[in-house]
């Protein structure tokens, strides 16, 4: 069965410190991936997705970037972090193009203090 | 652009029937889903719907889908405490991405 993983759980960090989240899927291979960001007020907010190794679409310009070094991990970095990147970080996955099931992990907790 | 509303709140004793409301504005959608959030924890895939189906039933969950007024709603029947959550609708973008536009969550609060 696949799984997905977000490290680490929780995150506090001071402004202008780096920011490196991980996320990983097993079970699956050639995954689409996709970076939430829920701030207060709850909604969620797509930042990126990859549909390959080395692919990445951003949704919205703002301090992070995204990586995919390999099939089945995303990393989502920060050079400087601002007080405003706090928000609870959901990793996502689905099994290609032509599947409708989008299955989350269970997030991380950022705060920029 | 697209948008999906939701009402933030609902509040039902327990065994009642719950129903959360949703509209959505992008017709060239698919599919449309119903997420569930506890709190401090991802999100979980209660259920979606095709887009040119009317209703889905799984157990306790019933999805209506009214396309042409593109209002969708999520019936949970003999609620109960552990339904307590946020429930977030989304739909897709209509591209083969996989992108999903989210509504902001209704928080159900469930009364024994």
């Known amino acids: 069965s696949q799984t997905i993983h977000q490290w680490p759980a929780t995150l506090v960090q001071p402004v202008g410190s780096p920011l490196s989240l991980e996320c990983t899927v097993e079970?699956?291979?050639?995954?689409?991936l996709y970076w939430y960001r829920q701030a207060a007020g709850r909604g969620l907010q797509l930042l990126f997705y990859?549909?390959?190794?080395?692919?990445i679409s951003s949704e919205v310009p703002q301090n992070l970037s995204a990586s995919r070094p390999q099939d089945r991990q995303f990393i989502l970095s920060s050079k400087k972090l601002l007080l405003s990147d706090s928000g609870f970080y959901l990793c996502?996955?689905?099994?290609?193009?032509?599947?409708?099931?989008?299955?989350f992990g269970p997030g991380t907790r950022l705060t920029v203090t | 652009g697209e948008d999906v509303e939701q009402s933030l709140f609902l509040s039902v004793r327990e065994g009642d029937s719950s129903v959360i409301n949703c509209t959505y504005t992008?017709?060239?959608?698919?599919?449309l889903y119903w997420y569930k959030q506890e709190p401090g924890a991802g999100l979980q895939l209660l259920t979606y719907i095709f887009s040119n189906m009317d209703m889905k039933q799984d157990q306790r969950l019933t999805v209506l889908l009214n396309k042409k007024d593109k209002h969708l709603s999520l019936r949970i029947a003999d609620t109960q405490t552990g339904d307590s959550a946020i429930y977030f609708c989304?739909?897709?973008?209509?591209?083969?991405?996989?992108?999903?536009?989210f509504g902001k969550g209704t928080k159900l609060s469930v009364k024994p």
């Open positions: 996502a996955w689905k099994a290609g193009p032509f599947s409708y099931e989008q299955y």
């Open positions: 992008d017709s060239s959608s698919t599919y």
């Open positions: 079970g699956t291979s050639n995954p689409n």
């Open positions: 989304a739909e897709d973008n209509g591209g083969s991405q996989g992108n999903l536009i």
């Open positions: 990859s549909v390959g190794i080395g692919q």
